[in-house]
């Protein structure tokens, strides 16, 4: 099945500070989701990349996918107390079963 | 937010003591899943659906079983609770098998003493 591997597994900004968040496929991916879990809450599915070179934004945020769709990066800009939170990848691997990453904390500092 | 449900919100209970987590969907999804979710080992999936009385194994499938004889409802039980299966449970449901995000219920914080 899929490996899926996040980097960094924690992660402190200032708040204001821009950051970027990895998600490496140990096989080349169909598609990959990109979600956001509060603390005690459930995922929030943020965005779906599924081409090669894809990229993708909604509001302060950025993902790519690359071309050789293995390894994807989520980008904030100007990062902001209601960015705090677990960013996951999970792979679209065109099967049924939906392994994550680890997943990246990530806590931001006024 | 998808029609998704999870009963109950917290549960504590003892070892040895059977457990039935629910997920009750509203949007007549195909698919739907149970994860668990711990400290140092993010989401593990640990059973799925494919379809009313379809289902197949996850991850970490040990311990737990599942049910599911309505589109709606996916049934999870932990036949005899143990410590080990004091988690976070989510219930995702997925409209088509692929080009479709999961979506979470809210979870289910379950303590096993």
């Known amino acids: 099945s899929q490996e899926l591997e996040q980097s960094p597994q924690s992660l402190i900004v200032q708040e204001g500070k821009n950051l970027t968040i990895n998600c490496t496929s140990s096989k080349t991916l169909y598609g990959l989701y990109w979600y956001k879990q509060k603390y005690g809450e459930g995922l929030i599915f943020l965005m779906m990349?599924?081409?090669?070179?894809e990229e993708k934004s909604h509001e302060k945020i950025t993902a790519k996918l690359d071309e050789k769709k293995q390894q994807s990066s989520l980008h904030i800009t100007a990062s902001q107390p209601s960015h705090a939170g677990i960013y996951l990848c999970g792979p679209d691997e065109g099967a049924q079963k939906l392994v994550f990453g680890q997943g990246t904390r990530l806590t931001i500092n006024p | 937010d998808a029609g998704i449900t999870q009963s109950p919100r917290h549960k504590v209970t003892e070892t040895g003591t059977p457990v039935t987590l629910r997920c009750h969907q509203t949007?007549?999804?195909?698919?739907m899943y149970w994860y668990r979710q711990d400290p140092g080992h993010g989401l593990r999936l640990i059973h799925y659906?494919?379809?009313?009385?379809?289902?197949d194994k996850g991850e970490v499938s040990d311990g737990y079983s599942v049910s599911r004889s309505k589109t709606e409802d996916f049934l999870l039980t932990l036949e005899s609770a143990t410590s080990s299966q004091t988690s976070v449970y989510f219930c995702?449901?997925?409209?088509?098998?692929?080009?479709?995000?999961?979506?979470f219920g809210n979870g289910t914080r379950l303590t096993v003493t």
């Open positions: 949007e007549n999804h195909r698919y």
């Open positions: 995702a449901i997925r409209d088509r098998g692929v080009n479709s995000p999961l979506h």
């Open positions: 990349l599924q081409k090669g070179g």
């Open positions: 659906s494919y379809g009313v009385k379809d289902t």
